[in-house]
């Protein structure tokens, strides 16, 4: 059974491919049209489809549109309801409810070949939760799913038992977190349905003094359900413009909401472990993302094992779409075995990118021991391995990395991307020591959650620690990812130190590197000290001062 899953309708457009169960390959649209999100939610953009993502995605597996036995399309538009009578103010939703309609048609004019009665619909949160629950290493488990807005709801939490989901509750619109933080980041200044990680980072600067006014607004309902609209955001700070200087007040209230929010989905998945029993629970949507939701959730709440999905944001729809198709049709889903799931390129085909753009290369002896030292160096890399991740965190395929015993690493790493300089960068550690220096839910190989940074080594590491004493790290399994363990194990031999930096190979505003221009593009463009593309190594001074011509 070859079933290609679509996301399209709102943002984060996406495609994926499963084969009998097992998933083959996994892309967002924005690595290949280098438009960050894709596009903007908006209902005059609801018609665009991932073609470029789709296309990969078929040449990748060697199929034709024609090969596919159907297409699982992340939104059914019969279970829309007119955004008024939701209570939702988009006076062209219509419009968007229009295109999802004809979905299938446009589908087969993006992928010639592709018969339009093959394209099926799958709810929004439907697709949300198989993109979890089926793609987790625990094949029964609870699911909880929590985003902006599906057809007509924010939420659904159930139970996925031999491959099928068991749904218990679902919250209908406007009733949304998922938009309450939207809002949020719109009145701090931020891009609402883009920035919002921004809010979570400026948390930490804050104390919670409004908590007691938004529990009145944000609360659960004791049914699985909750209340979160028309918090009065003016009425607690005054708004941020975009761009001018946030003040104590901004980041009380970013402080206080998170807060709130962490409160009302411990009440949610106590609720969830009530009903079902179960040990394990999957989680997905984008409210997934909030990765310090997540951790109070692990270490407080009452399930003993926490799987979020890496793609949780819309864009993992796409999957969670041709999975639920699948175990419709009787295919066992495989568990997600890494976020890997993108392009990638042979060692020949890089070097023929590298000769293309005539820059000076050298193939050293072992990559990840020239980038050690490199690093030791304090020098800034950018590291591009493998096949590219699925989903919206740099995981050791396309990242930037740094040493973290230098504090104003942490500034020089977002001067390189033009970001604020409130942003955090995470830490990379071998998932055998990540437990003598990190306190929180290991392993962490998506970067997911947050780990408080054990005392000892604040001072050690200090470019990876945000101002309230946390990381959000990512663990690395030798078995799993070979060639990242091989770096940090040279890297610590050098230093003493077990961590390496890493955040994601992009700058501020643009999706992430994907392919090899877009990495020599971005090393030409940033001052970072040496790419590793593959096996090679091409240096800031050789490509940049006259250096001598490639072999």
Known sequence: MRILGINALFHDPAAALVVDGRIVAAAEEERFSRRKHGKR?????????????????????????????????????????PASAMGLDDPWDHLRQTYAREAPGFLAEALPGLDPATVRFVPHHVAHAAS??????????????????????????????????????????????????EELTEHLGFLRSSDEYKVMALAAYGKPRFLPELREHLYATGDGGFHAHAVPWAALTAPREPGQEWTQDHADLASSTQACLEE???????????????????????VALNCVANSRIA?????RR???????????????A?????????????????ADLGRGWSDEELRHWLEQARVPYERPTDIAVAVAEELARDGIVAWFQGRAEYGPRALGHRSLLAHPGRAENLERLNHVKGREEFRPVAPMVLADRAADIFEGPLPSPYMLFVHGVARTWRERIPAVVHVDGTARIQTVDPDREPLVARMLAAFEQRTGLPVVVNTSLNTAGRPMVDDPRDALECFGSAPVDLLA??????????????GEEAP
Not at 299 to 303: H, K, M, N, R, V
């Open 322 to 338: 041709a999975l639920h198709l699948a175990a419709g049709h009787g295919a066992q889903a495989a568990p997600m075995e890494g």
């Open 264 to 286: 009302l989905l411990l009440d949610l998945v106590r609720w969830l472990h009530g009903r079902t029993g179960a040990e394990s629970l999957a989680m997905a949507g984008g």
């Open 533 to 546: 593309i593959g096996p090679y190594a091409v240096r800031r001074g050789r490509a940049y001062a006259g």
């Open 306 to 320: 926490v799987w979020v999905q890496p793609a949780a944001g819309d864009a993992g729809t796409a999957l969670g």
């Open 132 to 181: 979890a629950g089926l793609a987790a290493p625990h094949p029964d488990s609870a699911v909880l799913v929590l985003d902006g807005r599906g057809e007509c709801a924010s939420h659904l939490a159930g139970r996925y038992t031999g491959g099928v989901l068991d749904v218990l509750a679902t919250q209908v619109l406007p009733q949304s977190l998922g938009l309450v933080y």
């Open 41 to 81: 939610p908006v209902p005059f953009a609801a018609w665009e489809l991932p073609r470029l993502s789709a296309a990969w995605c078929l040449e990748h597996a060697g199929l034709t549109p024609a090969d596919l036995d159907a297409v699982a399309y992340s939104y059914d538009p019969a279970l829309a309801r």
């Open 299 to 303: 270490l407080e709440g009452p399930f």
